[in-house]
């Protein structure tokens, strides 16, 4: 018979509420691990937005500021490691900067080794997770955002676009931004947000933030609201300039000044505030639950198919070898497009 054990004991505070403090004590001293990839063509400005983003000076400008200074741009995914903080809560960011796909003349699946980057992560993550003796924290590689750079063109996705956004949309969290957004008047970026938006539904790419059942009634809506921004318009500078008396960060010209913080010039805010603000978390978890996920029942099953074929039986631990046809199975897989 059940028994009310309120009224047995006299109500008295037990403590155990306090483990919402002790895990956040956990986490803050173990700080946290984000990890960004961005792609887009050369000169897109991707080094400039992020070093905007994270209010740092994180990456390096190819920009150059002198006509004698050489033309540079990146040529290798080339990740960057750093740690920030802010109020004691330590973020250690991974940022990978991709040569600009589509800047050849044969584009034959110059996206292959930033599909591979992100796939291999994941690789990487499965055999540190599948060794007997694992690390207490291993230590995360995944890219759990991409920020995919659209040329400021005015008309449409390029063909390229649509087959890169295909391919990563598949693997990773894609958050599509309108690159160097100040060169587009704002009836010409309402025209060219609806266009790309249609292209999105018409070749059925699926964009970061997804539904999930487990959403309350204000993430929903917050989630709406995003997709109707849905690709940020941005503009981004590391130059601080003076408007009205105050510090800003924004872009100089001869007409004018571009605020990249003021709301009415572009959706720089829009964008930080949905990296940083509200989506962190559930990028990072976002990642683990769906995109790794799927990555690591295909591996595993494949491991299991390829060991009933040499007759081993199913689950002993990983040995070097089953760890060996994890590797090849990955690359296998990799180059069959999964
Ligand atoms: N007008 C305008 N210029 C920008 C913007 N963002 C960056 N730039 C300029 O564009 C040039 C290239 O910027 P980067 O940030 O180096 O571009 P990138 O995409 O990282 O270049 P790669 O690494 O070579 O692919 C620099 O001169 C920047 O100052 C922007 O939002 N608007």
């Given at each position: 018979?059940a028994m009310d054990m309120q009224?047995v004991?006299?109500?008295?505070?037990?403590?155990?509420?306090?483990i919402t403090?002790?895990?956040e004590?956990?986490l803050l001293k173990?700080?946290f691990?984000?990890n960004i990839?961005?792609v887009?063509?050369?000169?897109?400005?991707?080094s400039?937005l992020?070093?905007?983003?994270?209010a740092?000076?994180?990456?390096d400008s190819?920009?150059r500021l002198a006509?004698e200074?050489?033309i540079?741009?990146?040529?290798?995914?080339s990740p960057v490691?750093?740690v920030?903080?802010?109020?004691g809560v330590r973020?250690?960011?991974?940022?990978?900067?991709?040569?600009?796909y589509?800047?050849?003349?044969n584009?034959?699946?110059?996206w292959d080794?930033?599909v591979?980057?992100?796939?291999?992560?994941?690789s990487?993550?499965?055999?540190k997770e599948?060794?007997?003796q694992?690390?207490?924290?291993?230590?995360?590689t995944?890219?759990?955002?991409?920020?995919?750079f659209?040329?400021?063109?005015?008309?449409?996705?390029?063909p390229?676009?649509?087959?890169?956004?295909k391919?990563?949309?598949?693997?990773?969290?894609v958050?599509?931004?309108i690159?160097?957004?100040?060169?587009?008047?704002?009836?010409?970026?309402?025209?060219?947000?609806?266009?790309?938006?249609?292209?999105f539904a018409?070749?059925n790419l699926?964009m970061?933030?997804?539904?999930?059942?487990?959403?309350d009634?204000?993430e929903?809506e917050?989630?709406e609201?995003?997709?109707?921004?849905?690709?940020?318009?941005v503009?981004g500078?590391e130059?601080?300039i003076?408007v009205?008396g105050?510090?800003?960060r924004?872009?100089?010209?001869?007409?004018?000044?571009?605020?990249v913080e003021?709301?009415?010039h572009?959706?720089?805010?829009?964008l930080?505030?949905f990296l940083?603000?509200?989506?962190?978390?559930?990028l990072?978890?976002?990642?683990s639950?769906i995109?790794?996920e799927?990555?690591?029942?295909?591996q595993l099953?494949?491991l299991?198919?390829s060991?009933?074929v040499?007759?081993h039986?199913?689950s002993?631990?990983?040995?070097?070898s089953?760890?060996?046809?994890?590797?090849r199975?990955?690359?296998?897989m990799?180059?069959?497009?999964?």
């Amino acid at each position: 018979m059940a028994m009310d054990m309120q009224s047995v004991y006299p109500k008295s505070h037990v403590g155990f509420d306090s483990i919402t403090q002790q895990i956040e004590k956990k986490l803050l001293k173990r700080g946290f691990q984000f990890n960004i990839i961005c792609v887009g063509q050369t000169g897109l400005g991707k080094s400039t937005l992020i070093n905007t983003i994270f209010a740092s000076h994180l990456m390096d400008s190819k920009g150059r500021l002198a006509p004698e200074e050489p033309i540079r741009s990146t040529t290798e995914i080339s990740p960057v490691s750093h740690v920030i903080e802010e109020n004691g809560v330590r973020l250690r960011l991974n940022i990978v900067d991709t040569p600009g796909y589509g800047d050849l003349i044969n584009n034959d699946r110059c996206w292959d080794p930033i599909v591979k980057y992100i796939k291999d992560q994941h690789s990487a993550y499965l055999r540190k997770e599948l060794t007997a003796q694992r690390e207490r924290y291993l230590q995360d590689t995944r890219i759990h955002c991409c920020l995919f750079f659209i040329q400021p063109s005015g008309h449409a996705l390029k063909p390229i676009d649509i087959v890169v956004l295909k391919k990563l949309s598949e693997f990773v969290n894609v958050v599509p931004v309108i690159a160097k957004s100040d060169s587009l008047t704002l009836e010409e970026r309402a025209t060219f947000k609806q266009r790309i938006k249609e292209e999105f539904a018409f070749h059925n790419l699926r964009m970061y933030p997804y539904e999930n059942e487990e959403h309350d009634r204000e993430e929903i809506e917050l989630n709406e609201r995003i997709k109707e921004t849905i690709p940020f318009a941005v503009v981004g500078s590391e130059k601080t300039i003076v408007v009205g008396g105050k510090q800003v960060r924004g872009r100089q010209n001869r007409w004018g000044v571009i605020n990249v913080e003021d709301e009415s010039h572009c959706e720089f805010v829009a964008l930080r505030n949905f990296l940083t603000r509200t989506h962190l978390q559930d990028l990072i978890e976002t990642t683990s639950q769906i995109h790794y996920e799927s990555f690591r029942a295909k591996q595993l099953l494949a491991l299991k198919e390829s060991s009933a074929v040499q007759g081993h039986t199913g689950s002993r631990p990983i040995s070097p070898s089953a760890d060996r046809e994890l590797s090849r199975n990955s690359q296998r897989m990799t180059m069959n497009g999964y």
